[in-house]
Structures are given as C-alpha cells and as structure tokens.
C-alpha cells in the first residue's frame, strides 16, 4: 500500500520549480530538494519516483503557472499594448526583486535548459515543455506588439515577430545579469531602457 502523502502535490512541485531555478539540475541535491518540499528522502521519490522525473514535473508545474499569470498580463484588455509588454517585465523584476531579498535570483528553468543540450537530452518532454513555453511567449507577446502597434504604443519600425525576439532577449539577458549580482535598480533600468527602444 502507498504511504498517504504528507503535502500538497501542487505546492511541492513549485518548491521543487524554485530549488531547480535557483541551482540548476545538476547541482541540485536530493537534501536542497527534501528541505524545498519539507519530506524525506523516501517520501520524495515515493512521490516522483526519480530526481529526472521531478524535475520534469516541476517544470511542467512552473511553466503552466507562469502561462497563467503572463496570459492575465498579456492578453488583458483594458491595457495598451506597451502597458502589456511593460506588465509582463514587471512580473520579472517582481520576482527578482523577491528573490535578491533572500540574498540570491531567482534563476530561469527556460533559459539553463535552452543552454544545457545535455540536460535537454534526458527526456524528450523537458526539451518540448521549453519550446511550447518559448513559443507561447513568443505569440503572446507578438499580439500585444501588434495591439500596442494599432493603438500608438508601440512603434511601427520593427515587425510584431522581430519585437518578440527582443523581448524575449531583454528578458533572458535581466535574468543572466540578476544570477552575474546586477542589482534590482540596474535590472529595473535595463527593462526601462528596452522598453523606450519600442516606443513610437
């Protein structure tokens, strides 16, 4: 008979998405994973059998949360399209900012394993969450690029793909430089500065 789980699925599976970003992968410990989730070392891979399949389930919990929150932000109506792109680089420096306070970033699952082929080679199912989650970005914010375009907020110089990239770009390299030390306020003026790049 299976031991009754002593925690919230859902909630251990975010402590676990936190320990990864922070450490990455590989230098993630079973002991930082059993203290993030608050079980023992048996109790843990009861539950997720393995630390590859924890990390896959992690991700997959990490990645739908923040499609849920990004969704709110970025496809709200009542917002121009540039207060959309500025909405979602404020949940990025909101999380940063949260994270320097306990003395560290709060790291990317996205971009390590963008970075890490081999990491993406230990199952096929990390390398396609990233990737749907990249693309979903991706559309989410070429929409609001085009709305921000049709209401004034966001130029016409560059085409609603090409300020995705950007975006995306901006928001990797505040989430390298929040792991190199920068700190909050230089985080808050590299956003600042990308944004007045898609002004009009």
């Not at 919230?8 to 993030?36: N, V, Y």
């Not at 989650?133 to 090409?162: C, F, L, M, W, Y």
């Amino acid at each position: 008979m299976a031991r009754p789980r002593t925690f919230d699925e859902k909630t251990a599976l975010m402590a676990a998405a936190r320990t990864f970003r922070r450490h990455g992968f590989a230098d993630t410990t079973t002991e930082q994973l059993c203290t993030a989730v608050g079980v023992g070392r048996g109790s843990l891979y009861n539950a997720f059998t393995s630390k590859d399949e924890l990390f896959i389930r992690a991700i997959e919990a990490y990645l739908q949360a923040l499609s849920e929150v990004e969704h709110e932000v970025l496809g709200d109506p009542a917002r121009t399209g540039a207060e959309r792109l500025q909405g979602l680089l404020d949940l990025v420096l909101e999380e940063e900012e949260n994270a320097a306070r306990d003395g560290h970033a709060a790291g990317c699952i996205s971009v390590a394993t963008l970075m890490s082929p081999d990491l993406r080679s230990r199952d096929e199912r990390i390398g396609k969450l990233v990737e749907e989650d990249r693309s979903r970005r991706h559309e989410a914010v070429k929409h609001a690029a085009r709305i921000g375009q049709a209401d004034g907020s966001v130029t016409r110089d560059d085409a609603p793909d090409g300020i995705a990239w950007f975006v995306s770009g901006l928001i990797s390299g505040i989430r390298v430089n929040a792991q190199a030390g920068a700190p909050i306020k230089v985080l808050r003026r590299t956003a600042a500065t990308g944004l007045r790049a898609l002004r009009p």
